[in-house]
Nanobody, 126 residues
Framework: QVQLVESGGGLVQAGGSLRLACAASGRTFSSYDMGWFRQAPGKEREFVAVISWSGGSTDYADFVKGRFTISRDNAKNAMYLQMNSLKPEDTAVYYC???????????????????WGQGTQVTVSS
């Protein structure tokens, strides 16, 4: 079992940057593929980015490609989301999620993840 805590959210102007962090505790962090999701008010939780247990494979939702970068540091039990060129439509609560390594690392649906953090609010003003 793993516990996840997000940090780094806040209020930023359009065009600005934020770096989210997800700190993990519990079972060996490298046992998990990890993902970032977000949920805006009144909307479904949606996939943002995913990274394999080793960090060697990543993928992104089309709407963040070229702007966001997912990374992880297994030695520090942490995952990150560097968000650049932020837009007002990026405003949401951002969640990190973990799933035990198994068949396939590219999980893009919330139901594919067992462990979730509490979320961190990102607000982008125009």
């Amino acid at each position: 079992q793993v516990q996840l805590v997000e940090s780094g959210g806040g209020l930023v102007q359009a065009g600005g940057s934020l770096r989210l962090a997800c700190a993990a505790s519990g079972r060996t962090f490298s046992s998990y593929d990890m993902g970032w999701f977000r949920q805006a008010p009144g909307k479904e939780r949606e996939f943002v980015a995913v990274i394999s247990w080793s960090g060697g494979s990543t993928d992104y939702a089309d709407f963040v490609k070229g702007r966001f970068t997912i990374s992880r540091d297994n030695a520090k039990n942490a995952m990150y989301l560097q968000m650049n060129s932020l837009k007002p439509e990026d405003t949401a609560v951002y969640y990190c999620a973990a799933q035990t390594v198994g068949s396939g690392w590219r999980r893009t649906q919330p139901r594919e993840y067992t462990y979730w953090g509490q979320g961190t609010q990102v607000t982008v003003s125009s």
